[in-house]
């Protein structure tokens, strides 16, 4: 996805999602001297990371209010925001980008509350969005993305999707785990099994010299009857916060806690139960 801003068609902006946008991105590194990534998701922040030790400046612009939005609550992206902060990255949160600047080349990022960043080179790293123009100009059902039942069959007979692309009751989560997952399971129908697909955990990892952060499952729930049990310690640089609904862990977030992550992801994954004191003695460790 490239947000819709005025400039974003000049020279020097540009996405990361292929094998020659890295080649291209690694001649780039070898004169970049001012970066600006736009998002502040794993793929942003992993981007911004490595390049650090080749340009002179490099800084995130995230448009909701903390980073990695969809894995993180507001204390682990506070944790995170420092970490990176303290690579040398500038990290601004609630940024709203309006246009690029310059002329044929960017010079720049212009934000709707006036501040520029200067920038020879803009990567978007924003997320992506299904690309259904085949489907629906074939007559299939689309959503958000094409729409699949249990089977990642989609509305036409002998056709079915799978991963980025494919929207399972009303939600596609964009994520190596579930697109594998669902892949298995088309293949299978394809071939003239029957298997159906069970929801799979969503878990997502960011992995960068210094931090591990570990988001699975539900970790800013909305509703009644949950429970969220949380510990930060700023002195070491960990965060750890469980999720339980009707005394099952449905979430977790840990922050510089390796082990501790693969644990509670195969808790959730299994949908082991948990009390609150439990979960309390698990985060204070």
């Not at 020097?12 to 998002?39: F, N, P, Y």
């Not at 509350?113 to 790293?125: E, L, Q, T």
Request: charge should be negative; include cysteine.
């Amino acid at each position: 996805v490239v947000p819709k801003m005025l400039g974003a068609d000049k020279l020097g902006v540009r996405t990361w999602r292929t094998l020659d946008d890295t080649l291209a991105m690694e001649s780039m590194a070898l004169t970049c001297q001012d970066i600006v990534v736009i998002g502040g998701g794993l793929l942003g922040l992993e981007l911004a990371r490595g390049l650090k030790g080749f340009c002179s400046s490099i800084t995130v612009l995230e448009y909701f209010p903390r980073l990695m939005p969809r894995q993180l609550d507001v204390e682990g992206a506070q944790l995170l925001q420092s970490f990176v902060t303290s690579l040398g990255i500038d990290v601004i949160v609630d940024a709203r980008v309006e246009a690029i600047t310059g002329d044929a080349h960017a010079t720049g990022v212009h934000l709707g509350d006036g501040r520029d960043f200067p920038a020879n080179s803009v990567i978007v790293a924003a997320g992506v969005r299904p690309c259904t123009a085949l489907a629906e100009a074939a007559g299939i059902a689309i959503d958000r993305g094409i729409i699949v039942d249990e089977h990642m069959a989609t509305s036409a007979p002998g056709i079915y999707a799978a991963g980025d692309v494919a929207s399972y009751k009303g939600y596609s989560w964009a994520i190596a785990p579930i697109a594998q997952a669902q892949a298995r399971v088309a293949a299978a129908n394809m071939a003239g099994e029957v298997l159906r697909y069970d929801v799979v955990v969503p878990s997502t990892t960011l992995k960068v010299v210094g931090i591990d952060v570990s988001s699975v499952g539900l970790v800013n729930p909305e509703g009644d009857g949950f429970v969220e049990v949380r510990a930060l310690n700023d002195d070491v640089g960990t965060y750890r916060k469980i999720v339980l609904k009707d005394g099952v862990i449905v979430g977790s977030i840990v922050i510089n806690g390796r082990q501790l992550a693969k644990d509670l992801e195969s808790r959730i994954a299994s949908q082991a139960p948990m009390t609150a004191d439990e979960a309390q003695a698990i985060v204070s460790q």
